[in-house]
């Protein structure tokens, strides 16, 4: 028994030491990568002494004596705070992230390669001004000296994954654009191969569910058969990049931008404001940061981890806010394949060689998978790439083709006039955007910029590779982009809605956001003259549904039909009846609504589309209740399955009781307890805290919160199917023209992607409760509203 106790004895204390020796360790990993936001740090390659004002939601506003020690401060600064971040971009853009995920990621890894994004990177290095080369080596050099210093106490993920990070450089710079401009494509991708099997499936039918489309005489598609494997092989290609969006890494959805002019606001000077909408990670993709060199440089906003330049934000003379164009630079082309020569491809009556290239794709735990890209002129092959096929799909890209983003976010954030704006932005292809502007002389605009390919017909649908007759023929120009300055109504707006009329020569794309925003923006720009600071953030925050305006009329149909509800459908309908279309997460009303949504598009389109209704896009699904609900019912309505031929307010009648039955069965039969905060909830994930045990020691998670808005608000809280929160305001800001102090921003997810940081998460809650912080820029404001005072100095002295 003795013997017992002391060994009970010894396993206790045995125990006990393994605990506080794993506290220490994770306490080590958690902490031991915090930055420096207090006292001095001696970096010998500045040639003067930066200076670091820290604000209350941890936005560094740098102030340096030149463009050299501004920028390597950026980029020290920059990664301390999130280099893991900037690292995962880095892979993504390269396709290694095999090499820290394992297996699962082979397949991105070789899509992401097939973009590639570095060979681009060097073309535009290659030309690009030697003075803004040197503005992104000072950058590059700013994060490899703290990666140096902090070789010991990295950030955590870096540590949990057991890996080291490999110095910057000037390609990873230019990649980051490049994944941002993919990201702004990616959906075109998906689009593309949907609508080719609904027209397979579903032929001329198909035509009523294709945003846009435009009658035209003959549709192409190539004489010979695409099979369905050869589609289902590039579909399984793409849907790889799913895991990207897993990770957090950037994935632009849509924008709000707007202004006024001085003539329509107290101040008598203009006022903006953006929302850029992204999916929601942690940390998020914007970093806030204000560059000044006295006399010379004055510029604030958000950044993109892994480059210098501010993307959205403002300067001392002018403003701008961005929002997604929703262009269609995305084609796809069958390309008949030699069954001689599986490396070559027929064009304008010969066979070509294709460009292969051998893909070595590192694994974690020493493994690699070697892989065969090949290309045609148009871009990758990007299904069939294991194997030969008789046809094989490739696709062109606008990034395959040069663009210049470094001149045009250096030149923007010096710009100083309308003119300027213009010269600035003119030099976009890959990141396309429609662009708002506003500057303290008065004037507002909004410019059209990017890569719109000129391009014969619908870019929406696969065409022939056999002749160039559906090869791009270079850009629209820019003087050929549409923009407005000054209009007459002395306000600009866009919600990633259709760009212009029809008339216009060129075709742009068939994705734009149904018109639910932008109708509620000029709404709200209509119902008064002069606008406050205030209305802008009343405005930002709005969670009125233009889209339930529009629709529940037609459900309220159903009080002429109560003796077909029972006392629950009923109630429930009653809700509906004194409902405003506010979507605040204590209403009832907005989660009876999206519920009969979610059946009423099923019952409209599922039996038609059988297998291809979980495919179906959220593009193509508002565009097809939007046309119906304007233009009338149609051939779709009817349910194929049955034998009644059913009218729309059958099929609405169905999609109420279904949606009543289905909060009942899974909520309970209590409707007060159906508050659309209780469905809809939002939480921001990091990447390694999909696994619960990892966020339970590291905390790298925020807390789940219910929260209002949905898909077509301008306050935009968008979900799928599952209600459950997954993009939409990345940063709000409002500029005010004539007071940039008196200017606002927050963000979803905090300063800092360190999670032991006082500013990691730091501004969720408040972004959630629709709060703002100043955005001080004067000397004056900046210094008042330090909370710390980082001081980098290129010697002891």
């Known amino acids: ?19 506080i020796v794993a506290i220490i360790v994770v306490r080590d990993i958690k902490y031991g990568a915090m930055p420096k936001y207090e006292g001095e740090l001696i970096i010998p390659a500045l040639d003067s002494e930066v200076t670091v004002y820290m604000d209350e939601k941890g936005m560094p506003h740098i102030y340096a004596s030149d463009e050299h020690d501004l920028y390597f401060s950026v980029g020290y600064v920059m990664a301390q705070e999130r280099l893991w971040q900037m690292d995962l971009i880095r892979r993504t853009t390269t396709g290694r992230l095999s090499e820290i995920f394992g297996k699962a990621y082979v397949e991105t890894d070789l899509f992401l390669r097939s ?30 000296t703290y990666i140096k210093t902090a070789w010991n106490k990295l950030p955590p993920e870096f540590r949990i994954l057991s890996y080291k990070p490999e110095p910057w450089s000037l390609e990873d710079i230019a990649s980051i654009y490049g994944y941002l401009g993919w990201d702004l494509a990616s959906d ?48 399984s290609f793409v849907s790889s990049l799913d895991k990207v969006k897993g990770l957090g890494v950037a994935a632009f959805s849509g924008s709000n931008s707007w202004a006024v002019s001085g003539n329509r606001t107290g101040t008598g000077k203009p006022i903006l404001s953006n929302d850029m909408h992204l999916g929601y990670s942690s940390p998020g993709i914007w970093f806030q940061m204000h560059q000044i ?5 004055n510029v604030t906003g958000v950044v993109a981890p892994g480059q210098p330049f501010i993307l959205g934000g403002h300067n001392e003379k002018i403003a701008w806010g961005m929002t997604n164009l929703m262009v269609d630079n995305v084609d796809l082309f069958a390309e008949k394949i030699n069954p001689k020569n599986e490396r070559q491809y027929f064009f304008n009556g010969e066979w070509k060689n294709m460009t292969i290239n051998k893909e070595i794709i590192k694994i974690k735990g020493d493994e690699q998978d070697t892989v065969l890209l090949k290309f045609t002129h148009r871009g990758p092959i990007i299904s069939g790439f294991r194997g030969i096929n008789d046809i094989s799909l490739s696709m062109k890209w606008s990034g395959y083709d040069s663009g210049n983003e470094f001149r045009a976010m250096c030149l923007l954030n010096r710009a100083q006039s309308w003119d300027d704006f213009r010269e600035a932005i003119s030099s976009l292809k890959i990141i396309s955007q429609n662009i708002v502007f506003a500057d303290n002389d008065g ?77 509620r923006i000029r709404q709200m720009l209509d119902e008064k003259k002069i606008f406050s600071i205030d209305d802008f953030k009343r405005m930002i925050l709005d969670q009125q549904s233009d889209y339930a305006a529009l629709l529940t009329p037609f ?36 989660a009876i609504f999206e519920f009969f949504c979610d059946n009423f598009i099923k019952n409209l389109l599922a039996d038609e589309l059988g297998d291809l209704f979980s495919q179906l896009s959220r593009a193509a699904s508002e565009y097809y209740i939007y046309r119906i609900i304007k233009s009338g019912p149609d051939e779709w309505v009817d349910n194929i399955n049955t034998v009644r031929k059913e009218t729309i307010d059958d099929i609405i009648m169905k999609s109420f009781k279904d949606c009543v039955l289905s909060l009942s ?133």
């Open 1 to 19: 028994m003795k013997n017992l106790k002391a060994i009970l004895f010894i396993l206790t204390i045995l125990l006990t030491i393994a605990i």
């Open 115 to 144: 973009l590639e994004m570095t060979k681009r990177s060097g073309l535009v290095l290659k030309n690009e001004d030697p003075v803004i080369i040197s503005y992104l080596q000072a950058y590059v050099d700013g994060v490899n």
């Open 188 to 235: 075109n991708l998906t689009s593309e191969l949907f609508y080719f099997n609904l027209e397979k499936k579903l032929g001329g039918k198909a035509r009523q569910l294709i945003p846009d489309w435009k009658e035209v005489t003959s549709i192409v598609f190539p004489d010979f058969k695409i099979s369905d494997s050869l589609i289902h092989n590039a579909q």
């Open 293 to 297: 060199i006295p006399g010379k440089l």
């Open 443 to 519: 004037n507002i605009g909004l410019n059209t910029a990017g890569g719109i390919a000129v391009r014969k017909g619908n870019g929406a649908i696969i065409r022939n590779g056999d002749t160039d007759e559906y090869d791009w023929k270079g850009y629209v120009p820019f003087e050929q982009l549409p923009y407005s300055f000054n209009p007459g109504n002395g306000s600009v707006s866009v919600a990633n809605n259709k760009t212009v009329e029809d008339g216009y020569p060129y075709y742009i794309s068939t994705n734009f956001s149904i018109p639910y925003r932008i109708n």
């Open 555 to 590: 459900i309220l149909k159903l009080n002429s039909r109560k003796a077909e509800l029972t006392a629950e459908e009923d109630s429930a309908l009653s809700v509906l009846n004194t409902w405003n279309y506010d979507m605040n997460s204590r209403l009832v009303a907005p």
């Open 665 to 797: 069965q899974k909520h309970g039969t209590d409707q007060t307890k159906w508050k659309w905060g209780c469905f809809h909830k939002i939480t921001i994930e990091h990447p390694l805290g999909k696994n619960k045990i990892l966020d339970y020691i590291f905390g790298f998670n925020s807390d789940e919160f219910g929260i209002g808005g949905c898909n077509y608000t301008v306050c935009q809280y968008a979900h799928k199917t599952d209600f459950k929160v997954c993009q939409g305001a990345s940063e709000r800001h409002i500029f005010n023209t004539s007071n940039w102090d008196e200017s606002y921003t927050i963000i979803p997810t905090g300063a800092s992607g360190i999670v032991g940081s006082e500013f990691y998460l730091s501004q969720t809650k408040a972004f959630l409760k629709g709060e703002f912080y100043k955005d001080p820029f004067s000397d004056g404001a900046v210094r008042t509203a330090a909370k710390y005072t980082l001081k980098l100095k290129p010697d002891g002295k």
